[in-house]
């Protein structure tokens, strides 16, 4: 098995090989890392079932995505901490769902009613290594967000709500700067 781990200088080592990587090219690796992880995310058939009964079903890295439901109106987004799970109304119309990974321990995702301050399909973390958040949607000024990320079925992002890959990239077409996201412990 290969270890890696990150050395003082901000290099990564794997030990064995010695080899070194700049923190662009460790981001770069993650990227390529998060695109074959969401990857295994899908989108799932609701059949007749509610959206909300098709919620509780998914699996991990999973979505149900039926914007037809509901054509027009304002978005609302609600996460709950506890299922990892995102429900999103229009038009207070449950359209979508989808499972997530939020906060581990000691950088839990904040509760409350947030609105959607900023978007960016391409943004890399000023705080966490350049790490990339596709479809990124800004929540609040000190770097909580929604984003496409790893969904490892737990919550263990750094705050941020990590969604699939091609659910975010659906969401984030889908809201604006100023749709409320809730998120509820």
Not at 51 to 72: C, D, H, K, Y
Not at 127 to 138: D, H, L
Not at 161 to 167: E, G, H, T
Request: aromatic share 6%.
């Amino acid at each position: 098995m290969i270890a890696v781990g990150v050395i003082p200088d901000h290099a990564l080592l794997i030990s064995g090989h010695h080899a070194r990587m700049s923190i662009r090219s460790f981001a770069l690796a993650a990227a390529i890392f998060l695109c074959s992880t969401a990857a295994l995310a899908q989108q799932v058939d609701r059949g007749d079932r509610p959206i909300l009964a098709v919620a509780s079903t998914l699996r991990n890295g999973e979505f149900v995505w039926v914007p037809e439901l509901a054509p027009n109106g304002p978005a609302l987004a609600i996460v709950n901490l506890e299922t990892q799970r995102l429900i999103l109304f229009r038009n207070g119309v449950p359209i979508a769902a989808s499972t997530v990974s939020s906060g581990k321990t000691g950088h839990e995702t904040p509760t409350g009613v947030f609105t959607i301050l900023q978007k960016a399909q391409e943004h890399y973390s000023k705080t966490y290594n350049n790490a990339p958040m596709p479809n990124m949607q800004r929540l609040t000024w000190r770097g909580i967000a929604l984003h496409a990320g790893n969904l490892p079925g737990y919550p263990a992002s750094h705050g941020c709500v990590r969604l699939p890959m091609k659910f975010a990239e659906k969401l984030f077409a889908l809201t604006k700067v100023g749709s409320k996201v809730v998120i509820e412990g």
